[in-house]
Nanobody
């Protein structure tokens, strides 16, 4: 059973950048569809980015600013966040699912990390 651990969160100024790694154990990230989700206080958890065998998929709100990638040798997926905005403030979660397609539906993912807090100040 795969376990996921996110890190790299913190406080950054608007316009800054942050890189979040998600390290997997008990499984291989190349065998799963991997996704990033975020949840702000009082809001529903929302899809941010996902990656499978091909190029990543992104929510409209982060296209052009965020990039998801996977390093199979390190068994780690990353979320590179650039041009950060205060509205990006949330707890960011790494997730994995067995399947063949990226999905934005959080309930379709089988494994979740503990989350890492990202706060963007203005």
């Amino acid at each position: 059973q795969v376990q996921l651990v996110e890190s790299g969160g913190g406080l950054v100024q608007a316009g800054g950048s942050l890189r979040l790694p998600c390290a997997a154990s008990g499984g291989t990230v190349s065998s799963y569809i991997m996704g990033w989700f975020r949840q702000a206080p009082g809001k529903e958890r929302e899809f941010v980015a996902g990656i499978g065998w091909s190029a990543g998929s992104y929510a409209d709100s982060v296209k052009g600013r965020f990039t998801i990638s996977r390093d199979n040798a390190k068994n780690t997926v990353y979320l590179q966040m650039n041009s950060l905005k205060p509205e990006d403030t949330a707890v960011y979660y790494c997730a994995a699912r067995s399947g063949v397609q990226i999905t934005a539906r959080s309930t379709w993912y089988d494994y979740w990390g503990q989350g890492t807090q990202v706060t963007v100040s203005s």
